[in-house]
């Protein structure tokens, strides 16, 4: 299936837009949440796979102009007369050499998202990068936790310890490469690079497949892993677990495993960086002769806050050090407290009046009479 149409976007779609859908169609289809639905599974894997190609601009680039194709072998003839599949080789199976001065590689090599030539060395063997979407509240941030996780994902074959032979025999090195993986010949003026075809590019070659992987050298099944969150972890950050992505093709390395953090919104704080803020009722009396007011902390602790006289609403009043902690450091951030000065409803008829002979005398509020002095200048100049 077209890589865009199972994601669900446009050919037009942005990286951002790519990515969104992914991830929304991975939460849908992961085996953890499917488990038995074999339907599921092999959709999880086509979604990865179209994932994997159209996140990079180099490889999306490649699918666009050239589709499956671009990632196919190219078929040639034997001896140095063989000719191209028009459009259907990769990086992976040739590269150019013109004289002793052009690197015709370099150009082709760039396009397909390759590197030099010891780059391209049997990258195909290595595992892929896997990512688990993890999401904890504010309180497990600042206290840092410890998860387990349950991936299906490929791991290395425990009968052939990942050689893909049986009963772990080491497997021969490949006659026809001498275990380069590549076949080199001359094609007219060119001196062409293929992957060797006796041995798929490993270098070696299996005389006696495993039974329980095929020769593949790694199976399918769930595994356990412990990690730990740190605290004061931030909102979108992934954590990255080197070699603990989907095990390589005989004996290849592993690729790493990303932790995406996502942190639920809270209700009665708000994080911006290391600084925890939060809004806090003031009483109208309160905020004018001031007072003490108790609040909650982020640690589930409480603390005093001093409201000073004259407190105006939105006035903020700073909290040291409890705040977020920085993640593997000894200091933390602050807490803001944001007072919102509460007007009093639902007053008496001697309340009222109370207010009304406060407001004919008062003389302590510079910002209400400034305000409206100002007022009068420009009404008075118009």
Same mark, same amino acid.
């Given at each position: 299936m077209?890589?865009?149409?199972?994601?669900?976007v446009s050919k037009s779609a942005s990286d951002e837009e790519i990515k969104k859908a992914y991830r929304k169609m991975a939460m849908k289809y992961h085996p953890d949440k499917n488990e038995s639905n074999k339907?599921?599974?092999?959709?999880?894997?086509s979604i990865n796979e179209a994932y994997e190609t159209l996140k990079d601009p180099q490889k999306r680039a490649a $699918?666009?102009?050239?589709?499956?194709?671009? $990632?196919k072998n190219a078929s040639s003839g034997g001896g140095g007369g063989g000719g191209f599949n028009s459009g259907g080789f990769s990086s992976r199976d040739f590269h150019f050499e013109f004289g002793n001065d052009s690197d015709f590689s370099d150009i082709f090599e760039s396009f397909f998202g390759g590197g030099g030539r010891g780059d391209r060395e049997r990258v195909e063997m290595r595992g892929n990068d896997l990512q688990y979407d993890?999401?904890?509240?504010?309180?497990?941030?600042?206290?840092?936790?410890?998860?387990?996780?349950?991936?299906?994902?490929?791991?290395?074959?425990?009968?052939?310890?990942?050689t893909g032979s049986e009963n772990g025999v080491t497997p021969k090195v490949c006659p026809s490469c001498r275990g380069s993986g590549k076949m080199r010949f001359s094609q007219g003026f060119f001196m062409v690079e293929k992957v060797c075809s006796a041995c798929n590019g490993t270098g070696h070659i299996i005389e006696k497949s495993c039974k329980t992987c095929n020769g593949s050298g790694r199976v399918n099944k769930v595994r356990n892993l412990n990690v730990s969150i740190p605290a004061g972890i931030e909102d979108g950050?992934?954590?990255?677990?080197?070699?603990?992505?989907?095990?390589?093709?005989?004996?290849?390395?592993?690729?790493?495993l990303y932790i995406a953090i996502t942190i639920r919104s809270h209700e009665l704080f708000v994080r911006k960086k290391n600084d925890i803020h939060c809004d806090i009722p003031v009483s109208f009396v309160m905020a004018t002769l001031g007072g003490e007011v108790e609040v909650p902390t982020i640690d589930g602790k409480k603390a005093l806050v001093k409201i000073p006289a004259g407190t105006q609403s939105g006035q903020i009043l700073k909290l040291r050090g409890k705040g977020m902690p920085v993640v593997r450091g000894a200091s933390r951030g602050d807490m803001l407290?944001?007072?919102?000065?509460?007007?009093?409803?639902?007053?008496?008829?001697?309340?009222?009046?109370?207010?009304?002979?406060?407001?004919?005398?008062?003389q302590s509020s510079p910002k209400f009479s400034g305000f409206f002095s100002k007022v009068k200048e420009f009404w008075q100049e118009l």
């Open positions: 077209d890589y865009y149409e199972t994601l669900g339907e599921a599974e092999a959709k999880f894997k $699918y666009d102009r050239f589709g499956h194709d671009a $990632y993890v999401t904890i509240t504010l309180e497990e941030a600042f206290r840092g936790k410890d998860i387990e996780l349950k991936l299906r994902t490929n791991v290395k074959c425990d009968d052939c310890n990942g950050i992934k954590i990255r677990l080197t070699g603990e992505g989907e095990a390589g093709i005989r004996g290849g390395k592993s690729g790493d407290v944001h007072a919102i000065i509460e007007t009093p409803t639902n007053l008496t008829d001697r309340q009222k009046e109370l207010l009304r002979e406060f407001d004919e005398d008062n």
